[in-house]
Nanobody, 130 residues
Framework: QLQLMESGGGSVQSGGSLRLSCVVS????????????MAWFRQAPGKEREGVAS???????SYIESVKGRFTISKDNAKNTLYLQMNNLKPDDTAVYYC????????????????????WGQGTQVTVSS
């Protein structure tokens, strides 16, 4: 059973930056973060949860259009940690951000669908003021 713990949220002004981290634990000896499909989702008040960025076990990444060029997803396999670097933040980015993981392999748009993921963190709040 995997456990995911996010950190790094906070309040910033429009144009600012934040880096979110998600530490993964609960592995068996044979598993590593390198084998996981992982993603960042966000949910704003009154809105559905949406996939923001994903990274596959092969290292390929996917982003929703609204964050392309501003957000970067990455992972450090040695530290069992997923990151989301967020630059040039906008008020519309305000939401609770969740990391998610799954042991199955997905590609492309599938990796940004919440129903593809079995493991979730508790979320971290990001607030961007204008």
């Amino acid at each position: 059973q995997l456990q995911l713990m996010e950190s790094g949220g906070g309040s910033v002004q429009s144009g600012g930056s934040l880096r979110l981290s998600c530490v993964v634990s609960g592995y068996t000896i044979s598993d590593t973060i390198s084998n996981l499909c992982m993603a960042w989702f966000r949910q704003a008040p009154g809105k559905e949860r949406e996939g923001v960025a994903s990274i596959g076990s092969d290292g390929t990444t996917s982003y929703i259009e609204s964050v392309k060029g501003r957000f970067t997803i990455s992972k450090d396999n040695a530290k069992n940690t997923l990151y989301l670097q967020m630059n040039n933040l906008k008020p519309d980015d305000t939401a609770v951000y969740y990391c998610a993981a799954d042991m199955r392999t997905y590609t492309g748009y599938d990796r940004l669908l919440s129903r593809r993921y079995n493991y979730w963190g508790q979320g971290t709040q990001v607030t961007v003021s204008s």
